[in-house]
């Protein structure tokens, strides 16, 4: 095996090799190479970052798994309260995979100013909300606290800010509609103390976060009342198999829908982008491995006087097909080398200095988001090399069919 790689080398670094008419053929074979892994890296870390950042957003309005009443109302306006005091409540052990549980409630209202007014869904939470997404969203002011006595602290996103012109510290009114029927409105008066940016504009033209228990002196329910159960999951692949064991660890009154049955149609759009990603990587492995069998073609061709050689020395077709399987991987690693160095350094400078925005309306997100993780990286690298080293054992068989007294004449 040394023997062959030291002939390989040797191949590559003679002045000959470098000169030959093989050697630009070369040249565009590593760069095909380069090319389909800058290609094949910017489409994973894209495709997945856009994935997962679309999926936290709406999992940060919505959480994982969300468990309420059974009712016919399709708003975020929670009308039929049920109890907190459940067996699952604090803390769902009864799942494996649930990390968080908190409750909530919404109830539609309309902020209004002097000169402007909007519709609104206040969600209401508690002290046991997970801020995490939050933090990360926020742009101005701080997240409120709700762990202690009721507080008219409120978090309004940057949609509305500007829409409304209200800024952090004003205080803003609130009217909520109250039984059906009624025309007399009630109202509330809040401080703004954070300004957010999910940059989901669906979620952010609607939403403000307030204490929970707004929502339940306004529908005068108990203390112990509230619109429904957010859960997150460890596992986001496995929301569907543990959405189905939250359903059958729940009271047979309580109803249990995962984000991705609730936004069905985004998350079948989204999941085509792993379709999109599988077929660019095929065909960047393809034109890959066909411009490196046209380089070994050339360099075997090119090379037919040195195979007689070889063999006439006693070189078995095996080890002589591995002088030129060794070449071609090395040349293979170059262009992996090089198209590492360019993609994840362009990955960089998107994640970083984010200098490719999108239009939020049609992809949820103002930046093109990136993903960048060593798991996927090697095993990009990893399936590239062995797939082309697999396309070369074809015509490297061609090897078999020199004679070696006609390759020495070959001129």
């Known amino acids: 095996m040394n023997f062959e790689f030291f002939i390989a080398r040797r191949i590559v670094a003679s002045k000959d090799y470098k000169s ?11 760069a095909a190479i380069a090319l389909g892994v800058v290609i094949m890296l910017i489409s994973i870390a894209t495709s997945v970052g856009l994935q997962k950042k679309i999926r936290e957003k709406v999992s940060a309005f919505n959480g994982d798994i969300i468990i309420t009443n059974y009712d016919t109302n399709f708003s975020n306006d929670s009308q039929q309260p049920i109890s907190k005091n459940q067996d699952f409540y604090p803390d769902f052990a009864q799942v494996e995979g649930v990390k968080h549980i908190q409750v909530t409630a919404s109830k539609g209202g309309v902020i209004r100013t002097e000169t402007d007014f909007e ?46 012109d209200i800024q952090l510290g004003d205080k803003v009114r609130t009217f909520f509609l109250q039984e059906v029927g009624k025309t007399k409105a009630r109202d509330r008066g809040f401080t703004i103390v954070g300004i957010y ?20 002196r306004l529908n005068k329910w108990e203390k112990d009342q509230i619109g429904g159960f957010e859960l997150f999951v460890d596992d986001f692949s496995a929301i569907q198999t ?8 729940t009271p047979s009154t309580l109803d249990t829908i995962t984000i991705r049955d609730k936004y069905f149609v985004m998350f079948e759009w989204i999941d085509l982008f792993d379709f999109n990603v599988a077929l660019i990587i095929g065909i960047m492995i393809l034109i890959a491995g ?25 070189s078995t077709d095996w080890a002589v097909r591995k002088v030129f399987l060794y070449n071609a991987i090395y040349i293979v690693c170059i262009g992996l080398f090089w198209g590492n160095v360019i993609g994840i350094g362009l990955l960089l400078l998107q994640k970083y200095a984010k200098l490719i925005t999108l239009d ?20 990009l690298n990893a399936g590239t090399l062995l797939l082309c080293l697999l396309m070369l054992l074809i015509p490297s ?7 070696p007294v006609k390759a020495m004449r070959f001129e």
């Not at 380089?295 to 070889?310: D, N, P």
């Open 20 to 30: 030959s008419i093989s050697a630009p053929i070369i040249k565009i074979a590593i």
């Open 119 to 164: 519709g609104v869904v206040v969600k209401g939470v508690g002290d046991d909300y997970n801020w995490q997404y939050f933090e990360e969203y926020l742009v101005a002011g701080k997240l409120p606290n709700y762990s202690a006595n009721l507080n008219d602290e409120i978090l309004i996103s940057e949609y509305l800010s500007k829409r409304l």
């Open 197 to 216: 940016n999910s940059g989901f504009q669906e979620f952010d033209e609607q939403f403000l976060i307030a204490d929970i228990r707004h929502i339940q």
């Open 242 to 249: 543990i959405g189905n064991q939250v359903y059958d660890a």
């Open 290 to 314: 066909i411009n490196m069998i046209t380089a070994l073609l050339v360099l075997i061709l090119e090379r037919t006087q040195m195979i007689g050689i070889l063999k006439a020395l006693g």
């Open 360 to 379: 939020p309306n049609t992809y949820y997100v103002t930046e093109a988001p990136i993903y960048l993780d060593a798991g996927y990286i090697i095993l």
């Open 397 to 403: 068989y061609m090897i078999t069919k020199i004679s």
